[in-house]
């Protein structure tokens, strides 16, 4: 059993350019250990976006500094936002700290229309948040996907 628990967390939002080097270390670290590691997905982790001014980032950190959870969430054409990188450590999950992160992103975008390209197992726990599938399902790594729209 984990000892965390959402309501023992910090939820820091930093801008790219607002990040430390160790921040940024500790979200890279935990998205290759998901997504390349974990689901067995070699892609580029490293696209050029976490440092950019528009782009910002929302992680979830234990009481003793580890990252239970991020995401991110990029500036699209035409005022859109992108949520993306959404993953929790494994030590946390089943604990809230996706819902915790996903509402403080929609938070953050608030009226602004969102989108997200979701695992397509998690679409309902993205429809939680008002975000709707649009189109058809898309292989992403090898990961089945459909993108979700919140308007």
């Known amino acids: ?6 309501d023992s967390l910090t939820v820091v939002v930093r801008s790219g350019t607002e990040l430390s080097a160790p921040e940024l270390y500790a979200m890279l ?3 290759v250990d ?9 892609y ?10 528009g782009t910002r980032h929302v992680w979830a950190a234990t009481d003793d ?5 991020c995401l991110r969430v990029l500036d699209e054409d035409h005022g859109v936002q992108r949520i993306g990188r959404v993953c929790t450590a494994g030590f946390a999950r089943g604990t809230g700290v996706g819902a915790l992160l ?3 992103a929609v938070d953050l975008v608030g009226d602004a229309e969102s989108v997200l390209d979701a695992q397509t ?14 189109g058809e399902e898309f292989l992403e790594d090898g990961i089945p996907h459909i993108s979700m729209r919140r308007s």
């Open 1 to 6: 059993m984990t000892d965390v628990r959402p």
């Open 29 to 31: 670290r935990l998205r």
């Open 34 to 42: 998901v997504f390349v590691v974990e689901q067995e997905c070699p």
């Open 44 to 53: 580029p982790e490293i696209d050029g976006k976490d440092l950019l001014d």
């Open 65 to 69: 500094g580890r990252v239970a959870g």
């Open 102 to 104: 996903m509402r403080t």
């Open 121 to 134: 197992y998690a679409t309902g726990f993205y429809a939680r948040f008002g975000f709707r599938p649009e």
